[in-house]
């Protein structure tokens, strides 16, 4: 279960608010649209995903990549719908994954895309419950990256652990990011033969080249911030960097705005911005008074 302190609480307003949350139903499905998403599926999906929805359709062996396994719960039911119409209309390359999954755009429409999906929910096992498949997240001032990586695949679907890839976090200053051997540990494998953004990763690991992402979280050069000790006080992720497991693509708003220092300066007292010091002390002191830690105060914590 994903724990969020205290000090997060008067993070989410800033983090939400820059975030274009999708739509998600918590309503049940009509029969007939499922009836009717049903016979869509036979008709477009199936040669592919089989007519029980396990990926053995009759042109699946020609595929580099094996169709999806759309009755696999464990990997399904986190997704979310408007990341699986993006998928239907789109095409798999929409989302990053293998572009053996053409666009359906022209053939189907959304509504008949949310028909199709209404119907391999039924078909998930374990069973799909809506509240499973929390909406994306559309980060604010998310910078282009040189590969497409979708935090939503790996760290939401996949369930892949922060610390697999950000492996330095526990024990150093940093969190790290991942080598392109770490990446080709999957990759060597897994779409290597059939999707563009991985074919990137094995043009970095042939050069014996860094895959040069764009960083997005960055404290001022004055600042020490540790990733070490907040780890080990059983701070999630998420604390900091907002829902990253419902991410596309990573982006933040960080540091101070002229919007908060006015409203400080008239006295109004909004809740501090992410990243900044008032918001590192709040947490700090409302972390201290619920769970009885020692988180440090003084100002040599972080400015020596």
Request: charged share 20%; hydrophobic share 40%.
């Amino acid at each position: 279960m994903v724990r969020w302190c205290a000090g997060a609480l008067a993070l989410l307003p800033i983090v939400l608010s820059g975030f274009a949350l999708s739509r998600v139903s918590a309503a049940p499905p009509a029969e007939r649209d499922v009836k009717a998403g049903q016979a869509l599926y036979v008709r477009y999906c199936a040669v592919c995903h089989g007519e029980g929805g396990r990926g053995d359709g009759a042109s699946a062996a020609g595929f580099a990549t094996k169709p999806a396994d759309l009755t696999d719960g464990r990997l399904m039911n986190t997704l979310p719908d408007e990341f699986l119409v993006n998928i239907i209309l789109g095409g798999g390359a929409a989302e990053g994954l293998s572009s053996g999954m053409p666009p359906f755009r022209g053939h189907v429409s959304e509504a008949q895309a949310r028909q199709v999906i209404a119907y391999l929910r039924g078909l998930a096992r374990p069973p799909f419950r809506p509240e499973m498949a929390r909406p994306p997240v559309s980060a604010p001032n998310a910078p282009p990256q040189p590969i497409f990586f979708s935090h939503l695949i790996h760290a939401g679907s996949f369930q892949i652990a922060c610390q697999y890839c950000h492996a330095d976090a526990r024990r150093s200053d940093y969190a790290g990011l991942p080598s392109v051997e770490r990446c080709m540990g999957c990759h060597k494998i897994i779409g290597a033969q059939d999707n563009p953004e991985i074919a990137k990763i094995h043009d970095y690991w042939r050069r014996g080249e860094p895959i040069p992402w764009v960083r997005v979280f960055k404290v001022p050069e004055f600042t020490y911030f540790p990733h070490k000790p907040h780890v080990r006080a059983g701070l999630a992720c998420q604390t900091c960097h907002g829902p990253i497991e419902r991410m596309r693509v990573v982006g933040a708003e960080t540091g101070r705005t002229l919007a908060n220092d006015l409203m400080n300066l008239v006295g109004l007292k909004p809740a501090p911005p992410l990243l900044t010091m008032g918001w590192c002390v709040q947490c700090h002191r409302e972390q201290n008074a619920a769970r009885g830690t020692h988180a440090p105060l003084d100002c040599i914590t972080c400015h020596h």
